[in-house]
């Protein structure tokens, strides 16, 4: 079955650290790949994608994610944090050749940032 | 604006009524889909459509009724509602999956 599994609940980093948030996904064929943010009471925003080509992408925000096919993860990193990227963060995957149209959610990991 | 459109923000519904969500995207986008967030849970799929007239069951469709007579709207239907329905709803649209997916700002649903 397809799933996708974000280890960790929540993870609280200083301000300035960098960052490095974990997904694992379990699917026949590479899918396409997600990241979103959600703030307080809003609606997911996409930080960034993945479906084929360099397996480093940017996002916005200053985040990016690797795409790892031996170990079927997608992690997302950002080199140094801000307040305001305190947040909950969903990894997605999708079916790939259109098939479905359909997301995937992991659970989130919500992000604090400590001053 | 362009964007995915959701209303109401807010309901509160007794045991048994029945509603309506409605979510209307003006991007042309073909695929549409309603989630339910609940906490520690993520997004859960209920109901997806890739196209006017085509629509398919999610993880959780029990309780929920959906259509998609047109590209820009696609309704959900809550048929007799249940305390378990209480969730913040997301509509989301994307014009072929592999771009992402456009989220509405979501329906916070109260069944008492």
């Known amino acids: 079955a397809q799933s996708v599994t974000q280890p960790d ?5 200083s301000e300035g650290a960098s960052l490095e948030l974990r997904c694992n996904y ?6 396409y790949l997600f990241w979103y943010v959600q703030s307080p009471g809003q609606g997911l925003q996409l930080l960034l994608k993945y479906f084929s080509g360099d397996t480093l992408v940017q996002g916005i925000k200053g985040f990016e994610a690797e795409f790892k096919r031996s170990q079927s993860s997608f992690n997302l990193r950002k080199p140094s944090v801000h307040w305001s990227d305190a947040a909950e963060y969903f990894c997605a995957v999708g079916a790939p050749n259109n098939q479905g149209g359909k997301l995937i959610f992991g659970q989130g990991t919500e ?3 400590k001053p | 604006n362009a964007g995915v459109t959701q209303t109401p923000k807010f309901q509160v519904l007794k045991t048994g009524q029945s509603m309506t969500l409605q979510c209307a995207q ?3 986008h073909e695929y549409m889909s309603w989630y339910r967030q ?3 849970m993520g997004l859960r799929l209920i109901h997806y459509s890739v196209g006017a007239g085509i ?9 929920y009724n959906v259509s998609r007579s047109t590209t820009e709207d696609f309704p959900l239907r809550l048929l007799s509602a249940a305390p378990s329905q ?3 709803y997301f509509c989301a649209s994307s014009y072929d999956g592999a771009g992402g997916y456009t989220f509405g700002s979501g329906t916070r649903l109260t069944v008492v």
């Open chain 1, 9 to 13: 609940i929540h993870i609280t980093v």
């Open chain 1, 26 to 31: 379990s699917y026949g064929a590479t899918p």
């Open chain 1, 111 to 113: 992000l604090s940032v």
């Open chain 2, 26 to 28: 003006d991007m042309n």
């Open chain 2, 38 to 40: 609940d906490p520690g």
């Open chain 2, 55 to 63: 629509t398919d069951q999610g993880e959780v469709p029990n309780g």
């Open chain 2, 86 to 88: 209480t969730s913040v």
